[in-house]
Each structure stands twice: as structure tokens, then as C-alpha cells.
């Protein structure tokens, strides 16, 4: 079975070699660059098996693309933490949805009406409206890229006509399609991304129920996610768009 690498960085601005890779699974690191040649240099190396390579990287790589630690060491926040960040943040707050399905969302009354109407009844005044109004007003911006699959799950559906009542508070919300994503190599992570500094991790029980949240602020881990959120935000469609576009197809 081949292995699941996740691109971490580039020590190139250009050619993208050399670079460091990751392994989801083992935590092993891939690195490549330009092979060591020269006989006199790989006469030097010690313990070179034969089938084995050396290759050149500039220390930098290393220091700004390998992991730290094997497990990296996290803070994980409960639900009223996580919900404070959105008062504290300074300038953004950037969201990738990757899942299919948030139970959350099917116990509300706005998800009953839209199974039964195809539409909600949204209104704007609730804490959390109230709150991104707050912020919004301020300059601040909040962002979203939900991906949506080719057929389309109840619960994604439901979130684009979300995307009417978070647009009013000022949010700014695309969509991009599963097979898009994939192609891009986004990860299948839901995150948000405050300020670029900070990446809040959401974690979902096996039943979709958001448990809790993981705090990391590790510079190679916001530099990943905010590469992450470079490339969903250029290839995304804003969600107007991407609904007509949507009903047209069908």
C-alpha cells in the first residue's frame, strides 16, 4: 500500500527541490535534493548501504520543514475555550470544512426546516452572529472554504444555504468540490487558522460530534496551513457562484 505523504516545505523558491515530506502514518520524513556525486565526498560518508543515496540539502530545510518532535506536544481546549478565540483574534480567522457530515448541525431547528422546506428560516440574532458582526465591523475578516462532494450530502447542502445567513454577518465563504481538493492535495483536516500564528485543530468523535480542539503553534504547522489556505482560497468559487453553478449542472 503506498504511503500517505503530506508535502511539509521547500528549501526552493522555485524549482521545489529540495524538499521535505512527511509520513502520516510512520512519522517518517522524506527528504530530496540533488544526489552527493562526487567519489571523494561519498567515499567520506560512513555506513552508506549499498541501494542507499545521499542527497544535498541546505540546513535550513531542515530546521524549518522537519518535525520537531515524533508526537508533537499540543494544547487541547474545550468548546467554550474555542469559541473565546473569536473574540481574541486580531485581524483573521480562516476556516477549511473538509467533512461530509457535522452532527451538530442536525439538531438544530434551521437543519429540520431545511430538510423539510429545503431552505432555513436563518436569523441574525444569536450570540454567535452577534459576535462576527462585532468583529467584521472592526475590519477584522473571517473566511471560509467548505468542500462539497460530486453528490452533494444532506449536510452540505444545508450549509450552503448557511452561507446566506453567515455572508449578512460579514463572513466570506467559497466552496470547492471534493475532487478539486483532492486533486490540489488539500489535507482532510477541519481547522481554523487565526491570525496565521495559530491553528485550532477541530477533533470529531466517530459519531461527527466535535469533542474538543487542539491548539498548535508550530511554526511549520501554520506555515503548512497557511499554505493550505493560499491554495483552497485561489482555486475556491464564492458560494453564490458555486450554488447557481451547482443547480444549473443538475
Known amino acids: 500500500m503506498a504511503r500517505r505523504l503530506r508535502f511539509n516545505g521547500t528549501g526552493s523558491g522555485d524549482s521545489g527541490c529540495p524538499s521535505v515530506h512527511e509520513d502520516l502514518d510512520s ?4 527528504v530530496h535534493g540533488p544526489p552527493l556525486t562526487d567519489p571523494e565526498d561519498v567515499g567520506q560518508l560512513q555506513h ?7 542527497v544535498v540539502v ?8 522537519t518535525p520537531k518532535e515524533s508526537l508533537r506536544k499540543v494544547q487541547s481546549i474545550d468548546l467554550d475555550a474555542f469559541g473565546r478565540l473569536f473574540e481574541k483574534f486580531e485581524h483573521t480567522a480562516w476556516r477549511l470544512e473538509t467533512r461530509r457530515r457535522y452532527a451538530s448541525d442536525e439538531a438544530t431547528d434551521t437543519y429540520r426546516q431545511f430538510v423539510e422546506k429545503g431552505e432555513a428560516d436563518w436569523t441574525l440574532d444569536n450570540p454567535y452572529c452577534r459576535m462576527i458582526r462585532q468583529q467584521t465591523d472592526l475590519g477584522k475578516r473571517v473566511e471560509r472554504v467548505r468542500i462539497v462532494d460530486e453528490a452533494p450530502t444532506t449536510g452540505q447542502l444545508y450549509l450552503l444555504d448557511n452561507a446566506k445567513r453567515n455572508s449578512a454577518i460579514g463572513e466570506d465563504i467559497r466552496n470547492l468540490w471534493r475532487g478539486d481538493a483532492e486533486r490540489l492535495r488539500l489535507p482532510a483536516e477541519d481547522f481554523w487558522l487565526f491570525d496565521s500564528r495559530l491553528i485550532a485543530l477541530l477533533r470529531f468523535d466517530d459519531d461527527d460530534q466535535l469533542t474538543h480542539v487542539d491548539l498548535i503553534t508550530e511554526p511549520a504547522e501554520v506555515v503548512r496551513c497557511s499554505m493550505v489556505r493560499d491554495a483552497a482560497w485561489h482555486h475556491a468559487v464564492p458560494w453564490q457562484q458555486f450554488t447557481a453553478e451547482m443547480r444549473s449542472d443538475g
Open 27 to 30: 512519522g517518517e520524513v522524506i
Open 58 to 65: 541546505p540546513r535550513e530545510l531542515l530546521v524549518d520543514w
Open 48 to 54: 552508506l548501504s549499498e541501494g542507499e543515496v545521499a
